[in-house]
């Protein structure tokens, strides 16, 4: 079965400086994987993904994640966080098919 | 813009109304999900339609009862809904099979409140 874990609820940084926000994953197959962010009042908005092409994975907005099988982790990363990176973020497993299996997301709070 | 555009986006109706919301996707995507996203509770798959067929339906009320007239519109019609059936209601298009990793994109979100 395929489930999704995000480590933090919340998360804090100073603007300028990295954000980690961390995810763990379980799938029976290779998956599919993605990272989601959601801005107030909107809907949720595709990072990046990962499809078993390079495991380090580049998305819009200044942001990475790598694919770590053997962690089976695929934690999202910024080296300089900016203000308008407030927002919820979410990560998403898929198996094959119409499957996904979210995250209980991370909620990213930027301080000046 | 996601190619995925959802109306109303905002609703407010009473407990004994009937409305409807409405999905539309530019995509050419065969699959078509509703979710339902509330406060402070993790995303909620509500029901999914492939090929216009419904795969997918997680025990949802009957009070919520979709439609997916063709490929690229979904309803999800309204009827006597509770005051816990506020919420962010999301719906979002993905193409099945498709070799490169199949991916999910969301409209904006429609925002219910049953007062």
């Known amino acids: 079965a395929q489930s999704v874990t995000q480590l933090d609820s919340h998360v804090s940084v100073s603007e300028g400086t990295p954000v980690l926000l961390r995810c763990n994953y379980s799938?029976?197959?290779?998956?599919?994987l993605f990272w989601y962010v959601q801005h107030p009042n909107k809907g949720l908005q595709l990072l990046l993904k990962?499809?078993?092409?390079?495991?380090l994975v580049k998305g819009i907005n200044g942001f990475e994640a790598e694919f770590k099988k053997s962690e089976t982790s695929f934690h999202l990363t910024k080296p300089s966080a900016h203000m308008s990176d407030a927002a919820e973020y979410f990560c998403?497993?898929?198996?094959?098919?119409?499957?996904?299996?979210f995250g209980t997301g991370t909620s990213l709070t930027v301080i000046p | 813009e996601t190619g995925v555009t959802q109306t109303p986006r905002h609703l407010v109706m009473g407990m004994t109304n009937k409305k409807s919301l409405k999905c539309e996707q530019h995509?050419?995507?065969?699959?078509m999900y509703w979710y339902k996203q509330s406060a402070k509770k993790p995303l909620e798959l509500m029901f999914v339609?492939?090929?216009?067929?419904?795969?997918e339906n997680n025990s949802v009320p009957s009070r919520f009862s979709p439609e997916c007239p063709n490929s690229s519109h979904l309803f999800l019609h309204l009827h006597t809904l509770q005051p816990e059936d506020s919420a962010l209601y999301l719906c979002?298009?993905?193409?099945?099979?498709?070799?490169?990793?199949?991916?999910?994109?969301f409209g904006e979100g429609s925002w219910l409140t049953v007062v």
């Open positions: 990962y499809t078993s092409a390079a495991t």
């Open positions: 799938s029976s197959y290779s998956p599919s």
């Open positions: 339609y492939s090929l216009e067929e419904r795969v």
């Open positions: 979002a298009s993905s193409q099945d099979g498709q070799g490169d990793g199949n991916t999910i994109y």
């Open positions: 995509l050419g995507h065969n699959a």
């Open positions: 998403v497993v898929s198996d094959l098919g119409n499957q996904f299996y």
